[in-house]
């Protein structure tokens, strides 16, 4: 079955391109399109795309509140960011509004659809350089918290594989595991934290709040 795809981008060229790149794509279905959050809103609840393309610079509602709002009413719905904003706080607040990707409005056509192919698969694909200023901000983050977590070494070397967009099946590979064993780390990272989701995990290691 094709991996169903919306996406909301208030240019129109942009969005054109990329409506184009998805229709032409094998194993992609376009199915909704949208200049702005609020027809998202009220549209996608209904269609239940799989993986949701997000601008962070919307008129009214901005991409990360909107995602804030759509992820509790879609919760299999995977939401990836697209946006020329690479700085930290952007960063976090769209994962921790439950963004499963963030990338870089120059990526490749060839590389956008291998990341929807990944976080429909359950990974989580950053560009290069946000993936880097992830994984900066929580080793900057264990080395000032030390003891402060309660995380076990074994569950923090868990997390920043997850940090790095690593698949679970590749985690159990880096770190020498079965796959069985990182689902149960990985159980116990969101028990700790008190969260439900791998960006909402990360965002609270980083110790940024959930609801900014």
């Known amino acids: 079955m094709s991996i169903t795809i919306a996406i909301i981008e208030?240019?129109?060229?942009?969005?054109?391109?990329?409506t184009d790149w998805i229709r032409r794509a094998e194993g992609f279905q376009c199915v909704s399109e949208h200049d702005d959050a609020e027809s998202?809103?009220?549209a996608l609840p209904a269609k239940k795309p799989a993986v949701v393309l997000v601008d962070i610079n919307l008129p009214g509602v901005n991409g990360i509140e909107c995602?804030?709002?759509l992820k509790p009413i879609l919760p299999q719905t995977q939401f990836v960011m697209l946006?020329?904003?690479?700085?930290?706080n952007h960063i976090f607040k769209a994962l921790a509004a439950?963004?499963?990707?963030?990338?870089l409005k120059q990526t490749?056509?060839?590389?956008?659809?291998?990341?929807?192919k990944e976080v429909h698969a359950g990974g989580s694909p950053m560009s290069s350089s946000i993936a880097?200023?992830?994984?900066?901000?929580?080793?900057?983050?264990?080395?000032?918290q030390g003891d402060a977590t309660e995380l076990s070494p074994r569950e923090q070397e868990v997390l920043e594989l997850l940090a790095r967009g690593f698949l679970?099946?590749?985690?159990?590979?880096?770190?020498?595991?079965?796959?069985?064993?990182?689902n149960t780390y990985i159980r116990r990272i969101y028990e700790k934290l008190h969260v439900r989701s791998r960006a909402q995990a990360i965002a609270v290691y980083a110790h940024l709040p959930l609801g900014s």
């Open 108 to 116: 490749p056509r060839q590389m956008l659809l291998a990341a929807l």
């Open 168 to 182: 679970y099946k590749e985690i159990a590979e880096s770190l020498q595991l079965s796959v069985q064993t990182v």
């Open 10 to 18: 208030d240019d129109m060229p942009a969005r054109e391109i990329l």
């Open 83 to 88: 946006t020329v904003y690479q700085d930290d």
């Open 98 to 103: 439950g963004a499963s990707g963030y990338l």
């Open 67 to 69: 995602i804030r709002r």
């Open 132 to 144: 880097r200023k992830v994984v900066q901000s929580f080793r900057r983050t264990t080395a000032v």
């Open 40 to 42: 998202a809103l009220e």
